[in-house]
C-alpha cells in the first residue's frame, strides 16, 4: 500500500477528454507517490466547489486511479451529480484538491489461479490498473466489462483483449457481463476474481463467487466523506455482523467477509 | 500565540478535533509518521466511547446537505474494555494530550465509564456526551437541564480529572443546560453537537435515506447557529467553552474565541482537509499576532 | 395535482409563503398587475401582526451565511389597528384567501389580536406565532409545550376561524410542542420557524452585526433540519402541516409532502426569485403528474 | 418609475472589461424595460453562485444602472466580496439571473435649482446615468466624483467636464469631493444636490446639505436580501423614527427624511 502525504495537495489537469459517456483526466500530482491497483484518491476542485444543485458538492468525492507514473495520475468518471458534474468541467491547467493515494488495492492471485478482472461502468479503472500490473508482471489475465450502451462501451475499444457485454446488446454480449464471468468459471474454475463495478452487479458476483468457493476481491464504493477513516460513514456490513469501512478496510474486501454489498 | 491553559493542561495552540471526526489510529495507518509529526490538534479527543461495544448504525450513514452534511454513525465503538485495551495505548502515544470523550444512557452507566478512565494517566480530561436519550423523559440529556444536573450529581464525584459537559443544540436554551453543567462542577463545556435533520431516498417513496433515519448536520451551513450558541454559553459561564461547529478556517476560529471561547474544535472540515486543524491554527496565529 | 384542501379552504395547489418573507403590497407596486395575474402563491400569508406598532430592529438586519441567511427584522408592522386599516383592504384584493399573522407576549395580547381578525371577512385564518418569550419563563412561549398549552386555552375560543400555530424550530422536541397544540385545538401547524443564529461584525471586534444581536438563519442551510422537524411533527400530530425551511425547489416541495405536509410555504427562496411560488408549484405539479 | 417584469428573467453577458479597479459590465436584457436614472438591479450569476469564501454568495446582489436602451444594461461593478467576484469573472455570452429595474430614481430639480453631482466610487454609476439624463433634457449640471486613487479615478476619463478628487491626490483636487462640493455650494447655493457612493461621504453630503437647507437627493446602498420589498432588511433610519426600506421606498431619499446613513 503506497501511504498518502498527509494532508490534501493541488494537483493540476493535465487534460481532459471525453470518451463516449465518460471523460478521461490526467492530473500532475508532483508530491504523491504513485498509487497501487485498487487505491483512490479524494478529489475536489479548488474553484467553483459548492455551486451545483441544492448547492453541492460539499464533499471532497472518491475515484479510482486509472493509472499513475511520474507525477501524472488518470482517472475516468462518469457525470451523474454534482461533484462529478463539475469535475467533468475542469479545465486544462487548472487547479484541484487531491488527497491520495487511499485504501487498500488487489492481491496477487495465490495457488496458480488465473485472474479474471469483471467489472463495469465506473468500476472499469482500478480493473483496468490491475490488468496492466499483471500484464507487466506477466499475469495472463481474462478481462470482461459490461455497459449500459454503445456510448459507454466506447471506453473499451482501447483496451487489449477484453470481452464486452451490453445491456442493449449493441456491443458484444448482449446481457450481463456476469453472463461472461459464469462462461468463464464454467470452463475453469481455478480462477481468482477482481471485481468492480456498480453494486447489482458486485452483489452478482459476491454470490457467484462465494456459492462455488471461488477466492474474489471486489473493489467497493460507498459514500465517502473522508477518504481516510474519520468519519466511519462508508461502512459496509461483513458476516460477522461487523462494518467495514471501505475507505481504510477497503476499497478492496473479501467476497466472504462482506455480509453482501449494500445498494448504496 | 501564546499556549492555552485549559483545565491546567497547557496546549500549544487552540485548536482540537470534534469528538468522533477525526480517528487518529486509521490516520497514522494512512498518513504514516507525518501524521504525527505535524499532528493538527493541540489536544485530541477520542469518539464516543460506550460501556459496550457498538457496530453502529446500518449504512447509508451519510448525506451531503447545501454547505454540510448529515452523519448517522450511531457511535461505533469497540466498548469501553476495547478501547482501555486496544485504542489507549495507540493514542496515549500521540504528541498531544488525549481527551476521552464518553456517553451512557443512565447516570450508572456514565459512572461506571468516568471512574474507568480516571484511573487511566493517559487520559488527561473526560468529555461527557449528552446527547443521549434520558429513558424516563425520552428527552436527550443534555437537553433538560433538570437531567443534567442529576446526572452529573452522580457522576462529578468518580474523578478529579477535568470534566467537559458535550451540550446538544437541539434545546430550547443551551445556556440554561451550560449553567445546570457549571453549578454541578463541570469543569468546561464544549458545543455545539449536530443539529437533528434528515434526509429522504431519492424517488418518490419519501423512505428515509440514513439507516438511521435522522441524524446530525454539522459543517459550515451550522456555524451561524454554534457562534449563537457558544455566545450565549460564553456569557452565561464562568468555566472554559470548547466552541466548534462549521469551523473551516482561521477567521472563524477566532469569531469563535471572540465569542469567549478557550478552545475551538474542528470536525466535518477535517473530511475535506485531513491537515486542517493545523491549517486553521496556523491562520488563526497570523490574525491573531499581526 | 388536484386542489388542495387545507382547514375548509379550496387551494389552487400547495404552495403558499411563509410568513414575513413576501410583502404582496410593495411587490404590487413593483410589479403591477402582472404580480395578481400570476399570483405565485395558492394563499397569502401577512407578515407577523402585533398590537401595537413596531419599528423593527435598527440595521443591519441581514447576514449572509454558507447557504443562507439570518434576518434581525425584528417584525416591524402598523399594528393590528394600521394593518386592519391600511393593509387589509388590499390584502382583501388578493386573487387568493388571506391568512393573517399574529404576535403577542402574552395570552391577553393574543386574545385580542385573534379576536380582531375573527371579525373579519377578509381574513380566512389566523396563524399565531410562538415565536415570543414568555414574560414569565424567558423561554419562547413556543419552546414549551406547557406555556403553549396555556396560551392556547385563552386563545382558543377567540375564534371558528382555522388557527395554525407557527412553531419555533428552537426547542428539544417540537412534535411535543406539536402535540400540546393540537391537543388545545390548534386546526393547523406550521414549521420550521427561523433556527437562532448570530454573526460578528468583520474585523477584530467580536461585535455583533446585527442591530438585534441575534437573529434567525433561514434558506437552503436549514432544509435538511426543517425535513426532520417536519417529519416528527406530521408523525406525531393528525392535524395538517404547513412545511417549510428552505425549500428552493419541486423536489424540496415534495419532500415536505412525502414528510407528512399538507402544505409547503416558501421563504427566503423568494428573496433570489419574486415568482419562485409559481415555479415551485410548476416544478411540484410535474413531480407528482409524471 | 420603470416597473419590473415579475420573477427574475435572463440576461445574458454582452461584454465585460476592466478599466482601472472597476468592472464595466453589459447585459442583454430582451424583455425588460429601459430603467430610469437611480434605479438597480438585482444580479446573479447562473452558475458557480455560492461556491466563493464562506460558500457565499447566496443571494443576489444589488447594482445600479449606469444606462439601458435597446434591451442593453450598462453596470459599473467593484470587486469587494464573493458575490462581485464573482460577477466580475462572468464570460461574454454567460446567462446571468436579473430582477429589476427596482427602485424610485433621481427626480428633476426644482424651482431653476442648478444640478449638482457628487458621488464616488461604486456611487459613480446612477449619477453618470442621471447627468446623461440631464444633457439629454437640456439642463446643465456640475458632475464631481472622488476616488480613492488614480486607479479607481480611471474609470471617470471618459466622462464629460467632470470634476476629480482623489484620496492621495493622483488625480484632481487632493482630498475629499465633499470639497468640491463645499466649493460648489459657495460659489452659488441656488442648487438640488444628488449624491451617491460609501456611507461616510453619503453622510457628509446629508449634513451639508442640510445644514445649508440645500435640496438632497441621496441614492443610498443597503445590504439587501430581495430588493424588492418582501425581506424588510434593507433599512435606514428616518428622522421620525420610523425606517424607510432602500428597495422600494428608495434607493432615492431626501436628505431631510434621513437620519442619518447608516455605516453599512
Ligand atoms: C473508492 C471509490 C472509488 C470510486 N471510483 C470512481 C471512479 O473511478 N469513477 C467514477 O466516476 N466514480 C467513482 N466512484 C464513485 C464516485 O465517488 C461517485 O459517483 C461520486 O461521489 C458522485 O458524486 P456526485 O456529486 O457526482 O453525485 P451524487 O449526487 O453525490 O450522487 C451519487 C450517489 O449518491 C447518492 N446521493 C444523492 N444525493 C446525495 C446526497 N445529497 N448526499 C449523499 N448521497 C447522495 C445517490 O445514491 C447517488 O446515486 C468511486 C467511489 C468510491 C467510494
Ligand atoms: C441600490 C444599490 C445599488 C448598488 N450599486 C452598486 C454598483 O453600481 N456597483 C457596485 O459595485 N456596487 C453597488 N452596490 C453595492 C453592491 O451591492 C455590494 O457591493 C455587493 O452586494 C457586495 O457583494 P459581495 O458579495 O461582493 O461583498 P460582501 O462580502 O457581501 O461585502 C459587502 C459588504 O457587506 C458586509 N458583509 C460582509 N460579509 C457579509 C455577510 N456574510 N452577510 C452580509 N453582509 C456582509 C460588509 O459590510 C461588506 O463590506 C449597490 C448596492 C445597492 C443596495
Ligand atoms: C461523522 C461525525 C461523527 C461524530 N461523532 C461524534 C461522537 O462520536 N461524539 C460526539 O460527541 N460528537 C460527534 N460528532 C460531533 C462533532 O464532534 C461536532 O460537535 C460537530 O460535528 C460540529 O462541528 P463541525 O461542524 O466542525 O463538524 C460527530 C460529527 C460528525 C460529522
Ligand atoms: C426576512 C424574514 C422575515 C421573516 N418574518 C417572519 C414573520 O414575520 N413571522 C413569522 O412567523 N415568520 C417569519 N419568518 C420565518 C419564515 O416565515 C420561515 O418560517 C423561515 O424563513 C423558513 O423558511 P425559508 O427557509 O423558506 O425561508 C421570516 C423569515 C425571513 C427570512
Ligand atoms: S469515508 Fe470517512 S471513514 Fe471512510
Ligand atoms: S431588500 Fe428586501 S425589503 Fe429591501
Redesign the interface.
Known amino acids: 500500500m503506497s501511504l498518502a502525504p498527509f494532508g490534501r495537495r493541488r494537483g493540476v489537469c493535465a487534460s481532459i477528454r471525453k470518451v463516449g459517456s465518460y471523460h478521461l483526466l490526467e492530473l500532475v500530482d508532483r508530491d504523491g507517490p504513485d498509487p497501487e491497483p485498487g487505491q483512490f484518491y479524494m478529489l475536489a476542485a479548488v474553484s467553483g466547489w459548492g455551486a451545483g444543485t441544492d448547492e453541492r458538492p460539499f464533499l471532497p468525492r472518491a475515484f479510482s486511479a486509472m493509472g499513475g507514473t511520474d507525477g501524472r495520475l488518470w482517472f475516468m468518471l462518469e457525470d451523474i451529480g454534482p461533484g462529478t458534474h463539475r469535475l467533468a468541467r475542469l479545465q486544462k491547467g487548472e487547479p484541484l484538491w487531491l488527497t491520495g493515494p487511499l485504501g487498500h488495492g488487489f492481491r496477487m492471485p495465490q495457488d496458480g489461479r488465473r485472474p479474471i478482472l469483471t467489472g463495469g461502468g465506473v468500476g472499469v479503472p482500478p480493473l483496468v490498473m490491475w490488468s496492466q500490473h499483471l500484464v507487466e508482471h506477466g499475469v495472463a489475465r481474462t478481462l470482461q466489462f459490461g455497459f449500459r450502451d454503445t456510448s459507454h462501451a466506447a471506453v473499451a475499444a482501447s483496451f487489449d483483449s477484453v470481452q464486452i457485454a451490453t445491456d442493449d446488446g449493441s456491443v458484444g454480449h448482449h446481457g450481463l457481463v456476469t453472463d461472461l464471468l459464469v462462461r468463464e468459471l464454467d470452463r475453469d474454475p481455478h480462477a481468482t476474481v477482481y471485481s468492480c463495478g456498480p453494486p447489482g452487479m458486485l452483489e452478482a458476483v459476491r454470490r457467484l463467487c462465494v456459492d462455488r468457493g471461488i477466492p474474489a476481491q471486489l473493489a467497493l464504493e460507498s459514500g465517502m466523506a473522508c477518504g481516510f477513516g474519520a468519519c466511519f460513514g462508508c461502512v459496509v456490513p461483513l458476516v460477522d455482523g461487523s462494518y467495514a469501512r471501505v475507505c481504510v478496510d477497503g476499497p478492496v474486501l473479501d467476497a466472504t467477509a462482506l455480509d453482501h454489498v449494500p445498494a448504496h | 500565540m501564546p499556549p492555552v491553559d485549559f483545565c491546567g493542561m497547557e496546549l500549544a495552540h487552540p485548536i482540537v478535533n470534534g469528538s468522533?471526526?477525526?480517528?487518529a489510529i486509521?490516520?497514522h495507518?494512512?498518513?504514516?509518521d507525518?501524521?504525527h509529526e505535524?499532528f493538527p490538534f493541540a489536544a485530541f479527543v477520542s469518539?464516543t466511547i460506550t460501556i459496550a461495544p457498538r457496530?453502529?448504525n446500518?449504512?447509508?450513514?451519510?448525506?451531503?446537505?447545501?454547505?454540510?452534511?448529515?452523519?448517522s454513525?450511531g457511535l461505533?465503538n469497540k466498548g469501553l474494555a476495547g478501547y482501555l485495551e486496544s485504542d489507549l495505548p495507540k493514542l496515549a502515544a500521540l504528541p498531544v494530550p488525549l481527551i476521552t470523550n464518553v456517553m451512557g444512557s443512565t447516570a450508572a452507566e456514565l459512572c461506571e465509564l468516568v471512574a474507568a478512565c480516571d484511573e487511566q494517566d493517559a487520559i488527561r480530561a473526560i468529555e461527557l456526551n449528552v446527547s443521549c436519550p434520558n429513558v424516563k423523559t425520552?428527552?436527550?440529556i443534555g437537553?433538560?437541564p433538570v437531567s443534567l444536573a442529576e446526572v452529573m450529581r452522580a457522576v462529578r464525584p468518580r474523578t478529579r480529572k477535568p470534566l467537559i459537559v458535550k451540550l446538544t443544540p437541539?434545546?430550547?436554551?443551551v445556556a440554561l443546560v451550560a449553567a445546570a453543567a457549571e453549578a454541578e462542577g463541570a469543569d468546561a463545556v464544549s458545543l455545539i453537537n449536530t443539529?437533528?435533520?434528515?434526509?429522504?431516498k431519492p424517488g418518490?417513496?419519501?423512505e428515509p435515506?440514513l439507516g438511521g433515519v435522522?441524524g446530525g448536520?454539522s459543517?459550515?451551513?451550522?456555524?451561524?447557529?454554534a457562534?449563537?450558541?457558544v455566545?450565549a454559553v460564553a456569557a452565561r459561564v464562568s468555566i472554559p467553552v470548547i466552541g466548534m461547529g462549521?469551523v473551516?478556517r482561521g477567521e472563524h476560529a477566532?469569531?469563535m474565541l471572540?465569542?469567549g471561547a478557550t478552545l475551538v474544535a474542528v470536525g466535518?472540515e477535517?473530511?475535506?482537509?485531513?491537515?486542517a486543524g493545523?491549517?486553521i491554527a496556523r491562520e488563526l496565529r497570523r490574525?491573531l499576532e499581526p
Open positions: 468522533g471526526t477525526f480517528d486509521a490516520a495507518a494512512v498518513f504514516g507525518a501524521l505535524h469518539k457496530a453502529g446500518p449504512p447509508p450513514r451519510l448525506w451531503e446537505t447545501a454547505s454540510g452534511m448529515i452523519n454513525i461505533p425520552g428527552l436527550d437537553a433538560d437541539n434545546t430550547a436554551d443539529l437533528r435533520a434528515t434526509a429522504q418518490a417513496s419519501g435515506w435522522t448536520m459543517g459550515p451551513a451550522v456555524r451561524a447557529v457562534l449563537a450558541q455566545s462549521g473551516q477566532a469569531q471572540r465569542a466535518t477535517s473530511f475535506r482537509d485531513p491537515a493545523s491549517r490574525l
